[in-house]
């Protein structure tokens, strides 16, 4: 077949192709021959669609999305925010810290190990392209019924692809979820989350100015193996009726990205690049359309210089691909030769594949014929924008009012104890040390909290001992029933954790997981909880510096629930003043902070217990969740408490016996004036969580709590070798133990 040339398309208006095949809608089509002035050619209609997939245009999601730099507030940490590969905070001292998640959803369920291996791999390159050393990485995940045949077989390969790509990089895994509900069956969630490092001096932008700067393709050779990859895997519904797109799932070598890793450091060091993008979603047709877009110019690439591990791959296919372990570099010509010698000494292939040019066309030549002439910015920054239909669904009424405060409760302290029993020991409320175990949390050595702490947190100077710590939450079962309170208790969920540890909270990456954007229901769920972030942070003062939407996750017409998870990045002056949540030592005294009510809708008891979904999440306090992050700070920095806790899901009894099994010890507990033990134990009431105060500093703590206007209920005292209801029930920390730990184990032998 002859070579699909810009002059060939422009001489032949009428030739059929495969628009259809590659995901555009008819009016998408149309458009790009509206902006050529003629048909595109087989490199530019490939390129078009990968780029204005749904995956990488957010052509559905942006006219929400722009709320987040609209209400963005007031926060002297933000040094990038939302556009680049990564945001990027200040943490002081020089440092700044760069993190971000996003979703390899739909290649995890197609190949579960590669899927989530190169969703690894992907956020680690996108970290490394601000300029940053990664130090930690972080994994929330979702999947099906626990007991469902099809978990035994995604789960342990997702896992072992994180594990097994993480470990080999030397990155800790320091926090992340893992969550099953039968509505993510055939769609589970993997979203991916990287922290990395840097001084201010070293961020790096991804952009290509300079006429006469030349373009270096470096890393691992091109291949077939993720052509359309994720760009075209997330960007439509899953149904049994379609072939397996397997071919599509890249396949990932962690060890070539160790040495580019290494290669990209070294080369930072000597200020070698001008501007930079790593391979991601679109391969070649991303980095070289969004770097020239955000330059001052045009580019001219070679394509048929790019290192290929297949020599039959069609240049469309190459533009396609989305092999891993790849990076694309704009480095002044006096610069080349040392980066090209760098490479070398780390043994990653490096190729000068193009020019920065004076022009406003990025132009792509196949041996020596073109075969795109495109604006850039049409294909990485002018995609489809679509304001679709959304509207609240008719069973909303409905669901919230099946309210779960109407479920029958446990009348006796043994139906209490019985009950305590099977929360602690369901799936989504049992230790997940089956799965963190096949992690390395402690590598490189600066980890000081991992799961299953409140939050991870890292130490980033030996000197110093300053530190960043990470927590990542989502509830699907509360954003279902309002999505606008749901995700801001995802936000709030995720900001008290940080703060339990000791850390301050400074800004927030999302990954917006929902179904099909083309149904109104699912829209509405979107724009609902995205309006909700959005307010929500701006309360809190954290910024959104940038995330990811993943949308179409659903089989056939069932949608997931809606899944908004945020990632809040704290930062602690000294992480020997850290909080963990252990119950170490006898004498304790136990606090409550916060106030209790009488609220269970989305709780984990009424799933547990009843198999129940129904009423309103939680109530909100945004301010409450604020002086509550304060008062934990405080109290951390001041030596006020040995340990804390955040209350979420499972309540109070949930946090007590994590606590009490973390530390060893037991723990006596009264029921609060007011309470009946019932709520007391099992209600889910937001801005809340468990301390344990030393003796000797009681009186200093409840003066704080009580000049600043917070509740603190005394609750009990650290003692003994079982949990303890004074009057109600007494549950051994043998027999807990027993239960919190057999369940995964069990359901995936």
Aim: aromatic content about 6%; overall charge negative; charged content about 25%.
């Amino acid at each position: 077949m002859s070579l699909d040339t810009v002059k060939h398309a422009s001489e032949t208006p009428d030739s059929e192709q495969p628009w259809k095949e590659l995901g555009l809608k008819e009016d998408e089509y149309a458009r790009i021959r509206e902006i050529l002035g003629r048909r595109p050619t087989g490199a530019e209609l490939a390129m078009y669609s990968v780029m204005w997939s749904e995956h990488c245009s957010y052509k559905s999601s942006k006219v929400h999305l722009k709320q987040f730099g609209e209400k963005v507030p007031e926060n002297d940490a933000m040094l990038v925010g939302i556009g680049e590969n990564a945001g990027v905070v200040d943490v002081g001292q020089g440092y700044a810290v760069t993190f971000k998640v996003e979703s390899h959803n739909h290649p995890s369920y197609i190949e579960p190990y590669q899927g989530a291996a190169t969703g690894i791999g992907g956020i680690v390159r996108d970290i490394l392209a601000m300029g940053a050393r990664p130090v930690a990485v972080v994994d929330p995940l979702r999947f099906g019924a626990a007991d469902h045949p099809d978990t035994k077989r995604v789960l342990p390969g997702v896992v072992a692809g994180i594990g097994g790509y993480g470990n080999c990089l030397g990155l800790p895994n320091i926090g992340g979820e893992v969550v099953f509900d039968e509505c993510y069956q055939g769609n589970p969630l993997v979203n991916a989350g990287c922290i990395g490092v840097m001084k201010h001096e070293d961020i790096h932008l991804a952009q290509a100015s300079g006429p006469g700067n030349k373009v270096i393709l470096y890393g691992a050779r091109t291949g077939g193996d993720g052509i359309g990859g994720v760009s075209v895997l997330a960007s439509e519904t899953f149904d049994d009726t379609k072939p397996t797109k397997r071919p599509a799932v890249q396949v990932g070598d962690p060890f070539q990205e160790k040495l580019l890793i290494e290669c990209t450091l070294e080369i930072f060091k000597e200020k070698l690049v001008a501007g930079i993008q790593d391979l991601g979603g679109a391969g070649l047709s991303c980095a070289t359309s969004e770097l020239a877009s955000a330059g001052s110019g045009g580019m001219r690439v070679e394509l048929d210089r790019v290192h290929l591990r297949d020599a039959t791959l069609s240049p469309e296919e190459i533009l396609m691909s989305e092999s891993q372990e790849r990076m694309c570099a704009i480095v002044e010509p006096e610069h080349v030769e040392r980066f090209l010698e760098i490479c070398e000494k780390w043994d990653v292939i490096a190729t000068v594949i193009g020019e920065v040019t004076e022009g406003e066309r990025l132009e792509i030549f196949w041996h020596g014929e073109q075969i795109v002439d495109v604006p850039p910015r049409s294909v990485a920054h002018e995609g489809p924008t679509y304001h679709r239909p959304f509207a609240r669904p008719e069973w909303q009424d409905a669901l919230q009012a099946d309210d779960a405060g109407k479920l029958p409760r446990p009348q006796t302290g043994e139906e209490l104890k019985d009950q305590v029993l099977k929360l602690v020991s369901s799936p989504n409320q049992a230790s997940k040390s089956w799965i963190t175990d096949q992690y390395d949390r402690f590598v490189q050595g600066n980890t000081v909290l991992a799961q299953p702490e409140d939050a991870g947190m890292v130490r980033i100077d030996e000197e110093t001992n300053l530190g960043v710590a990470m927590a990542t939450d989502g509830n699907g079962r509360y954003a279902k029933l309002d999505p606008y309170t749901g995700a801001q208790l995802a936000l709030a969920e995720a900001y008290r954790n940080v703060a339990a540890s000791g850390a301050k909270p400074l800004a927030i990456s999302d990954c917006l997981n929902f179904g099909s954007p083309e149904d109104p229901a699912v829209m509405w769920q979107f724009a609902e909880a995205t309006r909700g972030l959005a307010d929500g942070c701006l309360q809190l003062g954290t910024p959104v510096t940038g995330g990811n939407v993943s949308l179409y996750n659903q089989t056939g017409e069932v949608a997931i629930h809606p899944t908004p998870v945020v990632a809040v990045l704290g930062v602690i002056d000294d992480v020997n003043r850290r909080t963990p949540i252990a119950f170490a030592e006898e004498g304790q005294l136990l606090y409550l902070l916060g106030d209790t009510r009488e609220e269970f809708g989305g709780s984990a008891w009424s799933e547990v217990i009843h198999q129940h979904l129904g009423g309103l999440p939680p109530a909100v306090d945004l301010d409450r969740e604020k002086l509550l992050g304060e008062i934990l700070i405080s109290a951390s920095r001041d030596g006020m408490i040995d340990a804390a806790h955040d209350l979420s899901d499972g309540g109070l009894v949930q946090a007590v016996v994590e606590s009490c099994l973390r530390g060893g010890n037991g723990a006596r507990l009264v029921v609060p004036e007011g309470l009946d033990a019932f709520t007391f134990l099992f209600s889910e009431s937001a801005g809340r969580a468990v301390v344990a105060v030393p003796r000797s500093e009681e009186l200093r703590f409840t003066d704080m709590c009580g000049a600043r206007g917070l509740p603190a209920a005394r609750i009990g005292v650290v003692d003994g070798d079982a949990v303890d209801v004074q009057g109600e029930f007494a549950l051994s920390l043998t027999e807990l133990r027993t239960a919190h730990e057999a369940t995964i184990p069990a359901l995936l032998a």
